[in-house]
């Protein structure tokens, strides 16, 4: 999605009729689809003193979604539901489902330059006097309470074990609830896409970076993931995953962690999308038989990082990486990622770029190949291109898409709509922004919560 600012898009319900949401035989809904936001949503402050919405929202467009699940360009349905207190100013906290960041957080997150962080119940409390579902925050709490409330919210204790079993609505607010046939469809069908197009599917788990997330994912089998972090490279290590692919650049300073996690595991595999990453491999080389496992990055029009492949540098240290230290660096494939799919607007425009992606790896590989490059492997990731995929891609050995256990929903939230004191339920845009906001995720089925998924932090 082209967006400019922050600002806050959800599909929103009252909490009272979020249980079996989605997955469950709900009236047709409507949900209201932006485009742009061409100004962000102001902090709580400002929209208290203002009184009236400051958010434009231009390019708007409504799209309808069938029955039990959530459309969008990206997928098919998301197992969100991100419950959120409205404050007695008459303006929503900018909950976790609403405050975009730029990467994923630690337990304790703060928003964007300029933008407050989320206030947790005790903080909030405090400062504006929330009402919560089935638990009123006096004003004046005690100052200890709320610092113990505030380490509860911020993961710093961990208490969360209590809901299990409990009813949804029961669980205090903010919270993360993944609704649990929603996400074990999502993981099937995008194996099944996958087996269909005859590619292996590596899952990328940095939107939710839980082992329970993974597995799901994996199919139980706990192999063959792609990290964004070696903070999440060496928990899924610790929770038995191998074969994991470190999908970020190599970074110099951080050599001696990945020479670590190699040695460790069966296959711990990294990204190069220059010659200096290449020179640092060689002046730490592994323990023999070890050998650096390493794709090329490739930037196939997503301008976010790798090496264009039509440039004359690339295709000269693709051959660098398979032949100048054989014994100490093997060629793995080449990798890219379209994520310029999350700016389309309707399944065309998505397989245009997915089309264009997977032409340009597949082109880049038969060059290689006749220059005598061995490539092995050829990867493209993204969750709209992997969620409506082109022929094309099944030339490709293996898609990772990442987002797609959660996908999202798009739309604008109007505050009007819902009287002071509501407990809302929202599905975000953003599912990655989101996740990063929570340190713990309540996974319901049949209205309870039935598991508790604590997500790795950090880098």
Known sequence: MSRVGGGVSAAVWPLSQARGQPGSQQPHTRVTSTCALSSPVPTCHERAR????RT???????????PGTWSTPHGHGTPWVAAVPVERAAVPVLSPAAVPVSSPAPATPQGPPGRQRPLSPAKAAGAHGVTWSGDTRATNAEPGAAA???RQMDGQTDSSSRWLGAPLEQVPTPALALDQATLRHNAESMRERCRALGVRLRPHVKTHK????????TGGTRRGIAVSTLAEARFFAAGGFDDILYAFPLPGGRLEECAALAQRLQSFQILLDAPQALALL????LTPPKRWLVWLKLDCGNGRAGVRPQDPGALSLARAIAEDAPGEVTLVGVYAHCGDTYGCRDVPAVQA????????VL??????????????????GSTPSCSHPVPEMSQLTELHPGNYLFYAVDGPLDFERFPVGSI??????????TAAMHPVYYVHAGGKVVELWHPVRGW
Do not use: K, N, W
């Not at 060689?282 to 080389?285: A, E, L, T």
């Not at 809302?424 to 922004?433: G, N, R, S």
């Open 210 to 217: 839980t082992l329970e997330g993974a597995a799901l994912a």
């Open 424 to 433: 809302l339920a929202l599905i975000p845009f953003h599912a990655c922004a």
């Open 148 to 150: 113990a409330q505030d």
């Open 363 to 380: 082109d880049f590989v038969t060059q290689l190949r006749r220059a005598g490059v061995p490539c092995p492997q050829a990867s493209m």
């Open 353 to 360: 770029i997915a089309r264009a992606t997977a032409t340009a």
């Open 50 to 53: 203002s009184q009236q919405p």
């Open 56 to 66: 434009h929202v231009s390019q708007a467009r409504e799209v309808s979604a069938a």
């Open 282 to 285: 060689r002046q730490r080389p």
